[in-house]
């Protein structure tokens, strides 16, 4: 389905969620006559930064648009007496260096959302500049999450309606996990489609605590993490920086289970008791930057040139979102770092960043 506002149908989104389409939707409710924003979905919130639950829509329009007083005034006071809007806005973003305008045509849509979603009406943000090459790449990685969302989606259901039979609480875990994978997809097309924009960089971030901090956020397992004492402080933004780590930190978690489950790190050794090893990564310094290694299964050398594709998985594994590793390259491009993929000294895989005037 394309991006033209017509494509919702005379229905509006009121047969289908808003979050199932790529054009920005906003809902909006009227208080003591006065339309405020209540909802929005992922491409509203890509296209305009600063929203929030409750906020006038007079006040989002005077703050992220240039519409003027006569404008802003017309479109609430329609909104306001349940009357068309069809308006055009146009919003200016700044990446520090470089500003892009994009023109957008605002328009009501008919009915109230679907069953749960807390609006009384619908603005769609229609853009009317030609797509630049960038949207090519957004329309692929959104059919990937529209693929890989179903999955969790199916998986949550199931266990829902064997819960409603059985009571078996083992199921409502199940879908916390799925519940929870869906998210880590949302987080990582967000990311994808924010790049530099949600950059908040700080001098001499401690790369070690950051990569810490990593640690405990991810469900490890029998895995273990070792952190070099020397690594570098580097200026960058400690929770795009946290998320790169969680992501290699997870991939290697995930990449070191043969398509059996069983954890095959270190070539499947075993400690004296039996059990199976689980994987050692280590974070350490290299020349100016630094690098994240593993002793598991490592990735094989015609597979180095597509693990940073969006929708990528290493084969026999299905437990991430195939975008793991293309947004430790997007972060790592935001923060003008190279990366760099090798065989580690203990045989699995080897992440190496550094400042892109370094050369990598």
């Known amino acids: 389905m394309g991006s033209d506002p017509d494509a919702f149908g005379q229905d509006g989104p009121a047969t289908v969620s808003i979050d199932a389409f790529p054009t920005p939707v906003v809902g909006y409710e009227r208080r003591e006559e006065h339309p405020v924003i209540t909802r929005w979905n992922g491409a509203f919130e890509r296209a305009f930064a600063d929203i929030s639950t409750g906020m006038p829509v007079r006040d989002w329009l005077l703050t992220e648009t240039d519409a003027d007083d006569e404008t802003v005034g017309e479109v609430c006071s329609a909104l306001a007496d349940e009357e068309p809007v069809d308006s055009a806005v146009t919003v200016d973003r700044t990446d520090g260096q470089t500003t892009a305008t994009g023109t957008y045509r605002l328009r009501t849509l008919d009915g109230a959302g679907s069953e749960g979603e807390s609006a009384e009406g619908y603005l769609v943000a229609t853009a009317t500049d030609p797509p630049e090459s960038s ?59 924010r790049g530099k924009h949600v950059l908040n960089v700080s001098p001499q971030v401690d790369v070690e605590a950051v990569a810490r901090d990593a640690w405990t956020t991810v469900e490890t397992g029998t895995a273990s993490l070792a952190v070099g004492e020397d690594l570098p402080e580097t200026d960058a933004d400690p929770d795009r920086l946290q998320r790169l780590f969680e992501n290699l930190f997870r991939n290697a978690v995930e990449h070191a289970q043969d398509p059996e489950g069983e954890n095959t790190a270190g070539g499947g050794s075993h400690d004296e008791s039996g059990a199976s090893r689980g994987v050692q ?53 935001a923060h003008d770092w190279t990366v760099s993929l090798a065989t580690g000294s203990a045989g699995g895989a080897r992440f190496e960043f550094h400042p892109s005037s370094d050369g990598g």
């Not at 829902?160 to 078996?168: C, E, H, N, V």
């Not at 916390?176 to 997809?185: K, L, P, V």
């Not at 593993?294 to 597509?306: A, F, K, N, Y």
């Not at 969006?310 to 991430?320: F, I, L, Q, R, V």
Request: net charge negative.
């Open 135 to 193: 949207d090519v790449e957004v329309d692929r990685i959104a059919s990937i999450i529209s693929h890989d969302l179903r999955n969790p989606l199916d998986v949550a259901n199931a266990h829902l309606r064997a819960a409603r039979k059985s009571g078996d609480e083992e199921h409502f875990d199940r879908v916390e996990q799925a519940h929870d994978r869906m998210e880590r997809i949302i987080r990582d097309v967000l990311t994808l489609a």
């Open 281 to 333: 990564v280590t974070v350490g310094r290299t020349d100016g930057g630094f690098f994240v290694a593993d002793d598991g299964v490592g990735i094989s050398v015609d597979e180095r040139e597509r693990v940073f594709e969006p929708g990528y998985s290493a084969s026999g594994t299905n437990n991430g979102t195939g975008l793991g590793l293309t947004i430790v390259e997007r972060i790592a491009e």
